[in-house]
């Protein structure tokens, strides 16, 4: 028999066991699961972006250099990304709800810890296991949700728990910005104490154990170590390459290292008996297609986003919470789209949505490339609204298409492709847009500042410049003339504009690609074999 027949036979296992009936009672409700895992998973996508607003204070508080600020996101952000599929493994292997429960307590935990450390270097050691604890949360989740909701009604569940993540995501640097400004920067992480006590006495209350019948028994140690390794590898390169240089041998280094590691990864799978990833999920080409699509998804999103911030905050001066307020239209559009992707989905298939979906992403995208210094609100806000209703089909989507075409015994492992999916995603966005930015500052700097008829820059002085530049800080000295600052910041914000502008072209060129990828995709074939499926 062949290891595809294997897994589809037991995708099939789970499926001729009873048939799911309506809940009774709190105890596995659907409804009531899909409350107890959003406030659990709000948590943890909030921290994604409140934190940034916080480091300034942090900074300054702790007297931390810049490499330990960097840490305190980038701790998070390895963590996260490394340890998603093993989590979803653990998941798999022990429950989801046990391993959903270990994570809001220790994320809420770590997060308390951090309020209480008066060191950088204990910051960043919490932050990381917020990360550890983050990675058991949301392929668990994703894990419940499958195995609780009926097929008919699964994506209108996976839309309200992505409203859930982009309205949290999208909203961190608004409560971000007023904590910080009326509390303190402990409250950022004091406020996930509360609100992990909530999801855990929720949870105790709510969540049912669902395990397929023949759920993993075993750990692939050899896969999981290196697994971690061609992660940690590939995500450190993207996030130093801007520092070190895309072609200096240490990114070149990590980078050949991550793919040889993959390699021995993938080939190490087949002689395994219960591999980590059952390479055989990959010969279904709607998952496959789906992880690609979340791939490029992300570096679209993520990457254009993150100078979006800059924009607002640096060139049109707003401060963080105003920024926030700019982006409702994204969040908000989000939020609204989110249910009536899910509904759109049930009914005609996640084909049409996603394809339309990432239409109008590289739409937003292609439109966004034409901000101005001067635009206004009302333009801004259009594109944005546009973002949020492109985003809200392909998240919802692309996870049920991932989750819904992989075997109920591997929904885990499934959901931690999943994010992991976007991890990669948002890194590479993130890391590729500021290399294109970059370079058009370095081309366009010197001789818009020549052009301006400012005094010549010595070749530091204009790598300094170029720093400030690219992420639209005008370098403007303290005892610099009104008049000279002025030119300066004007240089400054043309050239970011013009850099940020090529970043959205090729961001839009991105999310063409990901329409595209979107056609291979179609409804998960092993949706039906979710809630109640061989619960114990």
């Not at 990959?282 to 992300?298: D, H, I, T």
């Not at 948002?426 to 008829?453: P, R």
């Not at 030119?487 to 400054?492: E, R, S, T």
Request: include cysteine; proline fraction near 5%; glycine fraction near 12%.
């Amino acid at each position: 028999m062949t290891s595809q027949t294997t897994v589809d036979k037991a995708s099939r296992e789970p499926r001729e066991a009873a048939a799911p009936g309506p809940a009774k009672g709190l105890r596995g409700h659907p409804w009531l699961t899909l409350f107890s895992v959003a406030i659990g998973v709000m948590m943890v996508a909030l921290d994604g972006t409140i934190v940034a607003i916080a480091n300034p204070a942090i900074q300054q508080d702790l007297n931390a250099s810049l490499a330990d600020v960097q840490w305190i996101t980038n701790g998070y952000m390895l963590a996260l990304a490394v340890s998603l599929i093993t989590a979803g493994k653990l998941g798999d292997r022990f429950g989801h709800r046990q391993t959903f429960l270990i994570g809001v307590v220790g994320f809420a935990a770590a997060s308390g810890a951090i309020g209480l450390s008066h060191s950088a270097a204990l910051v960043i050691t919490f932050r990381v296991l917020q990360g550890l604890f983050g990675a058991l949360l949301m392929p668990a989740a994703l894990g419940l949700l499958r195995a609780t909701f009926p097929a008919e009604k699964l994506n209108m569940a996976i839309g309200i728990w992505g409203m859930v993540i982009g309205a949290s995501t999208a909203g961190g640097p608004i409560l971000g910005g007023v904590l910080v400004e009326h509390v303190s920067w402990q409250s950022v992480f004091f406020i996930n104490v509360p609100v992990g006590v909530i999801a855990l006495l929720l949870g105790l209350v709510i969540l049912k154990d669902h395990r397929a019948e023949n759920a993993p028994r075993s750990f692939d140690i050899g896969g999981i170590v290196l697994l971690s390794q061609a992660m940690f590898c590939l995500i450190w390169a993207l996030i130093k390459g801007s520092e070190w240089g895309w072609g200096d041998y240490k990114t070149l280094g990590f980078l050949g290292a991550a793919v040889a590691l993959f390699v021995v990864f993938a080939f190490s799978q087949k002689n395994v008996r219960e591999p980590l990833i059952p390479l055989s999920m990959f010969r279904s080409v709607p998952l496959s297609a789906g992880v690609v699509l979340m791939v490029l998804m992300a570096f679209a999103f993520m990457g254009g986003l993150f100078f979006v911030t800059f924009y607002l905050q640096n060139v049109h001066g707003l401060s963080p919470v105003d920024s926030g307020l700019h982006l409702l239209p994204l969040t908000g559009m989000m939020i609204v789209a989110s249910p009536i992707a899910g509904a759109m989905i049930t009914k005609f298939g996640p084909r049409v949505p996603l394809v339309g979906g990432m239409v109008c992403t590289a739409t937003a995208m292609f439109g966004m490339s034409q901000l101005e210094i001067g635009t206004g609100t009302l333009t801004m806000s259009i594109w944005f609204g546009l973002l949020g209703l492109g985003l809200a089909p392909v998240m919802v989507g692309a996870t049920e298409v991932i989750v819904g075409n992989a075997p109920l015994e591997l929904s885990g492992v499934a959901g931690g492709l999943q994010q992991s999916a976007m991890q990669v995603g948002g890194s590479l966005g993130t890391a590729v847009l500021g290399a294109v930015m970059a370079s058009q500052v370095d081309s366009k700097l010197a001789d818009n500042w020549t052009a301006a008829q400012l005094p010549p820059l010595a070749p530091d002085q204009l790598d300094q410049a170029s720093s400030a530049v690219e992420v639209g800080i005008p370098p403007v000295g303290g005892d610099v003339p009104a008049e000279i600052a002025g030119k300066i910041a004007g240089v400054a914000h043309d050239t970011f504009v013009s850099g940020m502008s090529t970043a959205f072209m090729v961001a839009g060129g991105v999310a063409v690609l990901a329409a595209v990828v979107a056609t291979f995709t179609k409804r998960g074939e092993n949706a039906e074999a979710g809630a109640g499926a061989g619960h114990i």
